[in-house]
């Protein structure tokens, strides 16, 4: 069954497909950001936290750290355009591959994600990890704007037709 795109990610005219992180992935880590504050919070309420300045500035960067990762998280998306494929994280430079230099798209079996290949042979030139909405809908939108020569591998029990 395919989803609909989410009002706010639905491509207009031309416009590149957007798929940021699923619900579950953004929940998960916001609540573990959350526990993890809370936990600190309560040492430094109770007095159990230390109290000299280099015990409090690395909880501070370890907060910090961690505050970042989940922004990281929150604001990472795929863009799947006519013509590019690009992975957005803020906190690193992003990532694309031309969709007419794809020679290779693997779908893992064992783990969510894509791996698209410009040398059938070499190195992933972009990976696309788990946790994004949609991702059935990602993964039919990359192989139908994949090149027709490209190879497909990977599938398991999908490339025979059967669910």
Known sequence: MTRQPE???APEGNAPRSFGLSQSQRWGAA????????VVGTDYASGVAAREWSELALDAGIVAGLVLV??????????????EIRKVQPL?????????????????????GLWLYTD??????????????APDELEELVIQHAPSDAAV?????RANGSS
């Open 153 to 157: 591998t990977g599938l398991g029990h």
């Open 70 to 83: 989940v922004f990281n998280a929150f604001r990472k998306s795929v863009l799947v355009g006519e013509n």
């Open 120 to 133: 059938p042979d070499g190195n992933p030139a972009l990976t696309i990890g788990g946790g994004l909405e």
């Open 31 to 38: 609540s573990g950001l959350l526990f993890f504050l809370l």
């Open 7 to 9: 009002p706010g990610n």
């Open 92 to 112: 690193w430079n992003d990532q694309s591959v031309q969709i007419s230099e794809i020679r290779r798209v693997h779908v893992p079996t064992i783990e969510s």
